[in-house]
């Protein structure tokens, strides 16, 4: 029976439509030279290093390879060496995932459409600055002075309202203003 990790990781492949990525491979010609490893496989070895902590290739390929079984149910012939992964992570061009991404994001949240669409009858690109005071304990972060008892530091962040992503951040210590 496979671990709910896998069970849960299988879902969120799941979201993914296969024939709108198999399109934006196909725009930018991902798989021509991709040395046996597709990019499909390559997606789902990076969505499997960011769900389950992996902190080096060894433990992305090990993972995999555990899961064997469960592979042919996401798509994925064998699990990929460690070299692969590394050619795959240096050699393969960003702007299919980067394409997934919105795809994804235009899929699952409605409200950007609407944002666009605000955003296009301005005709200029909107930022949206805001600061926050993120609350430390004194005890552990000495240098992280607030108040008297409490410690804090400061997140200022610029945000693209047209894709919701941060484009800047900076921390500083709490009292500090603009």
């Known amino acids: 029976m496979p671990s709910p990790k896998i069970i849960l990781f299988s879902q969120v492949l799941q979201l993914v439509d296969r024939v709108s990525f198999q399109k934006i491979v196909n ?13 499909w496989t390559h997606l789902v070895a990076m969505l499997f290093m960011q769900m389950s902590d992996c902190h080096s290739l060894r433990d992305i390929s090990m993972g995999l390879r555990s899961a064997t079984g469960n592979l042919q149910h996401m798509g994925v012939g064998k699990a990929p060496s460690k070299s692969s992964i590394s050619y795959i992570n240096k ?3 960003y ?7 919105f795809a994804l994001l235009e899929k699952y949240e409605p409200s950007l459409q609407r944002r666009r669409n605000y955003a296009r009858r301005l005709k200029r690109k909107l930022f949206v600055m805001d600061s926050s005071v993120i609350p430390l304990y004194l005890s552990l ?6 108040r008297t008892k409490k410690g804090a530091i400061k997140l200022y962040a610029v945000m693209d309202y047209d894709t919701g992503l941060p484009c ?11």
């Open 141 to 146: 972060f000495d240098w992280a002075k607030y």
């Open 168 to 178: 800047y951040a900076s921390l500083s210590d709490g009292k500090s203003t603009i």
């Open 27 to 39: 725009k930018y010609q991902s798989d021509k030279h991709s040395k046996g490893i597709n990019s």
């Open 95 to 101: 702007e299919v995932f980067r394409d997934l991404y």
């Open 91 to 93: 050699s393969r061009r």
